[in-house]
């Protein structure tokens, strides 16, 4: 039989957004920001709270819609090595409302939902207010968790993507005042 730690596969996303660097970035540290992207779609974010620091954790509330049953899971992302403007590296788990670590089978979720999964978060100035960014989340058993994730985290860069470009505009708009 194979040894569980061999099958296991990471999740590698890569975005290039039309976003100079520290805007990508605030998209991770900005709380208001951060609400208008996380969770895939037709998910929400009502509540977001960041301490991005080493030995920081963050708090992130994801509702579901009414056809999903409607309730709210919860996120923590404690940082272990932040390089500003270029990495960030977090472990995630879900939580309860106060920020304390659950198991996901708790909540219902599938037995192949990770606990204390490691996720990368790197920023590359490409120059011309372009960013690439890229997000890893690892140790993955395949399987259909790790199907939704994907798709989960697909939504929520597309998400972020139409986010930052209102506020570009928006940046844009006011910086001509």
Known sequence: MADVKSIKQDLVFTRIFNAPVGLVWRAWADPEILMQWWGPDMFTCPSAVVDLRVGGKSILCMHAPKEFGGQDFYSTWAYTK????????????????DGNNIDPSSIGMPADFPQDQLQVITFKDLGDSKTELTVTEYGWLPG????MAKLGMEQ??????????????????????
């Open 82 to 97: 932040i390089i500003p403007l270029e990495r960030i590296e977090l472990i995630h788990n879900l939580a309860d409302k």
């Open 144 to 147: 259909k968790m790790m199907q």
């Open 156 to 177: 929520c860069l597309a998400k972020m993507e139409r986010a930052l470009g209102n506020i570009s505009t928006d940046f844009q708009l006011n910086s001509k005042h």
